[in-house]
């Protein structure tokens, strides 16, 4: 009965989302934190037990759960052990759980408290079932939301440990299809009107009291998504960029979980060199005007790391139509260096004083590699906006 339930509510969440969720998605253009599918499962607990590797199936309190090559593991706060606290954002496959994200908690942390995010799967007499955990709810349990509970829900539990017993405090119910419209991501306020801001392309009514941020503050929402370009927020945060680069993106290349983008700064910290920047799998990147590719123009911000890399925060390709080529300087004009065109394979490249580099313009060599990126003229020739030696 339990696996026919959840079967139903799939359907009826992928329909709803095919309907819905996908079509305003496409709106969107950026990466969320939305699940396309069941909720997703959120607990925190102690770690009871650990696969030989750190992959495998771990114990946390009741629950079991896989944990994967694909899981992002933030042990900031120190390495998984037994009795190490841990907070667990899961999914389902079949019959399955399946880590996401596992957190490492500090020791300080009070996980006597609890919290988890579901489907409703059973209503009894003084308990609900949640995602197979059974949760204590009593007259002391402060609901909100839909009226009345009905397997199939999806809850957002709020409590505290009793011995063994997990009991409610708070709980908040939606249904499949106000899941569907949910999301959650980091973009950037393009245009303020009056009392309403533009993020992301979606128009989102200003916060009571909040002062009107500058175009291009940063900020993290969470809300509803109504039609296809307005949002009802249900949480938002501006914030300030410990950096913020434009310039081109040289070479993108995956390191384990994250990509790795090198970065020609056109503006910003660090005008025309190059720089590291970290892209972790729940970086937001805005791919609204083109993918993000060899040659692109973009904008990050983030935080400057030790090693003088950036771990990004949120990216935008701002143009895709650059043109990037790489290959070895064959010709270069005597004296004075803008007078005629450079030539890169057999394409004539018009280098400019304003021409971004790596290195100053008199320091290129015939036989260097280089990278270049620019825009073709009619006549065939290419205006370099950023000129640089390749690795390649």
């Known amino acids: 009965m339990k696996k026919r339930l959840r079967s139903v509510l799939q359907t009826a969440l992928i329909v709803a989302l095919l309907v819905g969720g996908y079509v305003i998605g496409s709106r969107l253009h950026a990466r969320t934190f939305a699940s396309d599918s069941t909720p997703p499962v959120e607990f925190a607990g102690h770690i009871r037990s650990l696969p030989s590797g750190i992959f495998g199936a771990w114990r946390v309190d009741d629950q079991t759960v896989l944990v994967t090559r694909k899981t992002t593991l933030d042990t900031v706060n ?15 496959e079949g019959d399955r759980l399946v880590a996401d994200v596992v957190r490492v908690l500090p020791a300080r942390e009070d996980v006597s408290t609890f ?3 579901g489907l409703v799967q059973e209503v009894g007499e003084g308990y609900w079932v949640v995602n197979g955990r059974r949760i204590q709810v009593d007259r002391h349990t402060r609901i909100s939301g839909t009226s009345q509970v009905v397997p199939g829900q999806v809850a957002t539990v709020r409590g505290h440990r009793e011995g063994d017993a997990y009991v409610a405090d708070e709980i908040d119910l939606s249904t ?15 245009e303020v009107r009056g009392a309403t801001w533009v993020v992301n392309g979606l128009e989102i009514p200003a916060p ?15 809300g509803h998504l109504q039609g296809p370009n307005k949002l009802i927020p249900t949480y938002l945060s501006l914030q300030p960029p410990d950096v913020q680069l434009t310039g081109w993106l040289l070479r993108q290349e995956q390191k384990a979980e994250e990509q790795r983008w090198d970065l020609l700064v056109e503006e910003g910290a660090s ?18 005007e083109g993918a993000v590719q060899a040659g692109a123009r973009v904008t990050v911000y983030g935080e400057r790391k030790d090693d003088s890399s950036v771990e990004a925060t949120f990216a935008r390709v701002l143009e895709t139509r650059y043109t990037f080529l790489i290959g070895t300087l064959v010709y270069i004009p005597e004296g004075d260096l ?8 057999d394409t004539q490249v018009w280098v400019r004083p304003n021409t971004i580099s790596d290195q100053p313009h008199d320091t290129f060599r015939v ?20 000129i640089s030696h390749s690795k390649r």
């Open 78 to 92: 120190g390495t998984p052990a037994e009795g190490v606290p841990v907070h667990v954002r899961a999914h389902e």
């Open 115 to 117: 919290s988890l995010h």
């Open 176 to 190: 499949v299809e106000e899941e569907a419209t949910l999301v959650e991501f980091t973009g950037v306020v393009e």
């Open 208 to 222: 009571p009291g909040e002062a009107p941020p500058e175009p291009g503050t940063l900020v993290r929402i969470r």
């Open 271 to 288: 005008p025309g060199q190059e720089i590291a920047v970290r892209i972790r799998p729940d970086t937001p990147v805005d791919e609204r």
């Open 338 to 345: 803008y007078a005629y065109p450079w030539t890169v394979n």
């Open 367 to 386: 036989g260097d590699r280089v990278a270049v990126s620019g825009v073709y003229k009619d006549d065939g020739t290419l205006i370099a906006h950023m």
